[in-house]
């Protein structure tokens, strides 16, 4: 089995920082894409930032400049920092990874953390 966890929610003021970090863990084979969402009350989910295996990163515009998706040297974690935090980056955040449990040709298999809450406050 695959487990996502998460860490790092919580609650600042608008301006302020805040880093998310997600860990894949179990068995795994290899992890290709993974990926930052949000979706906030009432509002459809939306891709916040991804990044694949080998480093090749995208955001969604309205927070270009201000949030960093980045891999650890493992590849099994994804960070999002996320700098100068408005009131609509409120949202439940969730981490999302395409994982390979077999080796090739095995099919890559989505798995989701169990998402963090990140208030911005005004």
């Known amino acids: 089995q695959v487990q996502l966890v998460e860490s790092g929610g919580g609650l600042v003021q608008a301006g302020e920082s805040l880093g998310l970090s997600c860990t894949a863990s179990g068995r795994i084979f290899n992890i290709g894409l993974m990926g930052w969402y949000r979706q906030a009350p009432g509002k459809q989910r939306e891709l916040v930032a991804k990044?694949?295996?080998?480093?090749?990163?995208d955001y969604l515009d309205s927070v270009k400049g201000r949030f960093t998706i980045s891999r650890g040297a493992t590849k099994n974690t994804a960070y999002l920092q996320m700098n100068s935090l408005k009131p609509e980056d409120t949202a439940v955040y969730s981490c999302?990874?395409?994982?390979?449990?077999?080796?090739?040709?095995?099919?890559?298999?989505?798995?989701w953390g169990q998402g963090s809450q990140v208030t911005v406050s005004s």
């Open positions: 990044i694949t295996n080998t480093g090749n990163t």
């Open positions: 999302n990874a395409e994982v390979a449990v077999l080796a090739p040709p095995s099919r890559y298999l989505t798995f």
